[in-house]
């Protein structure tokens, strides 16, 4: 038994936020879902920039792509899908095991979209049609435009995974997007208890926004709550998502609960415990997808202390009392980090097309 094997005793599941094909033709993925005990993958527009520009696992396929004078943007997800396709048939027995709930690998409609409602329904259609898998998952942004777009792929029955959620407010307006997705599913003849979705929670980018402004504050009230937005924001969504989904009543039967997942758990302050988002949102019916880097912290780190969730509402509303008793523009805080969560996807995003248009000629 391991640490990961512990945290899903205590009800996470534990994903890898990262794929590339060199981790799948060197076996590396194989290894490591075996060894580590990771049930799913999750990508982004970054992971497949940083995967697509160095080594040479995508030649053979580039290739072929440029005798067929394909398009760069075109050319990067018949890349990213044949990937996500391989990743799927690789995780198929989990998902099988699992009912559906695990062995998901995620795929990301263009960032570009993110303002466009249309636009992103019909590409989370086109992905879900190309991958041709049951156990991928659409990522689609909780930005104000798209949430009518989560709900409208739901109700075609597509398996979606709700990311770049930086607060309570926007995680409500999530819970209510999937459970309207899923009734209209429902009347649309769908068998519900196929389309599974989680919602992806950011943490350790809360902190570091959070950090940055009580640092400049610098008072030692201030200075004392540095470390604690993160997850004392992810707790609340936590207690949020036991409220929505204790009753399930108000859904079609057969229909799954919306699980929490836990994205960017990788600390970027070097001074906090590295396996600090593992050990500290542990708890029934949620994901953690974590950089192989965190894996291995938690692995060898003093291990999981059960369900670290449940109950810890109030300590956590406290924490958020406080921040804005030193000062801190909570509501500001998560509309600079909504903003920047869809630049940088975007950033990373025309940095692959760039790239990829110049390996095209």
């Not at 050990?279 to 994901?287: H, N």
Request: glycine share 6%; with cysteine; hydrophobic share 45%.
């Amino acid at each position: 038994m391991t640490a990961i094997d512990d945290l899903l005793a205590a009800g996470t599941s534990t994903w890898l936020d990262d794929l590339s094909r060199d981790r799948i033709t060197s076996g590396n993925l194989d290894e490591i879902k075996a060894s580590k005990s990771i049930v799913g993958v999750t990508t982004n527009p970054a992971i497949f920039a940083k995967a697509m520009s160095t080594g040479d696992a995508y030649n053979a396929q580039l290739a072929e792509l440029r005798e067929a004078s394909s398009l760069a943007d075109a050319a990067v997800y018949a890349m990213s899908i044949k990937d996500v396709q391989d990743a799927c048939d690789l995780f198929a027995d989990v998902y099988e095991a699992s009912g559906g709930k695990d062995g998901r690998v995620s795929i990301e409609v263009d960032p570009r979209y993110a303002a466009d409602e249309e636009k992103t329904v019909t590409q989370a259609a086109e992905l879900w049609r190309l991958v041709d898998r049951e156990n991928v998952m659409i990522k689609i942004p909780a930005t104000d435009e798209s949430l009518p777009a989560i709900t409208a792929s739901l109700a075609e029955g597509i398996s979606v995974n709700v990311t770049l959620i930086f607060s309570v407010d926007r995680y409500k307006q999530v819970v209510d997007a999937y459970k309207a997705g899923i009734r209209a599913a429902a009347e649309n003849g769908r068998d519900v208890s196929k389309i599974h979705s989680v919602a992806s929670f950011f943490v350790s980018r809360m902190d570091t926004e959070v950090d940055n402004r009580l640092e400049t504050i610098g008072s030692e009230e201030a200075l004392a709550l540095r470390g604690k937005a993160g997850i004392a924001n992810a707790r609340l969504a936590y207690q949020v998502f036991l409220d929505e989904f204790a009753d399930m009543s108000d859904l079609p039967a057969g229909a799954n609960k919306q699980r929490p997942l836990w994205a960017s758990t990788g600390v970027k302050n070097p001074e906090y415990p590295a396996d600090m988002y593992v050990v500290e949102l542990a708890g029934p019916d949620t994901v953690n997808t974590m950089p192989e880097a965190t894996i291995d912290a938690a692995l060898a780190g003093d291990g999981i202390k059960g369900d670290t969730l449940t109950g810890t509402a109030e300590e956590s509303q406290r924490v958020f009392d406080q921040l804005e008793a030193v000062g801190i523009d909570l509501d500001d805080v998560v509309a600079v980090l909504e903003r920047e969560g869809v630049d940088k996807f975007v950033d990373a995003w025309q940095e692959l097309l760039d790239s990829m248009e110049a390996n095209l000629k």
